[in-house]
């Protein structure tokens, strides 16, 4: 017997956006005080744009 328990079920959602702020921001300092974040920034959101 295979009865439906999904009113049982809790509903909740994430936010990532606190967590993907978070890691921009250790790239940028991986990068150092002669990095380039504008290029980094542009490399992240093609590298992302291919997913």
């Known amino acids: 017997?295979?009865?439906d328990r999904?009113?049982?079920l809790?509903?909740?959602t994430i936010d990532l956006t606190f967590?993907?702020?978070?890691r921009r921001?250790?790239?940028v300092a991986a990068l150092g005080p002669d990095g380039?974040?504008?290029a980094a920034l542009r490399s992240?959101?093609?590298a992302y744009a291919l997913l």
């Open 1 to 3: 017997m295979n009865r």
């Open 19 to 22: 967590e993907e702020a978070r």
């Open 36 to 38: 380039d974040p504008a």
């Open 44 to 46: 992240e959101n093609e």
């Open 25 to 27: 921001a250790e790239v």
């Open 6 to 8: 999904t009113a049982e």
């Open 10 to 12: 809790t509903p909740f």
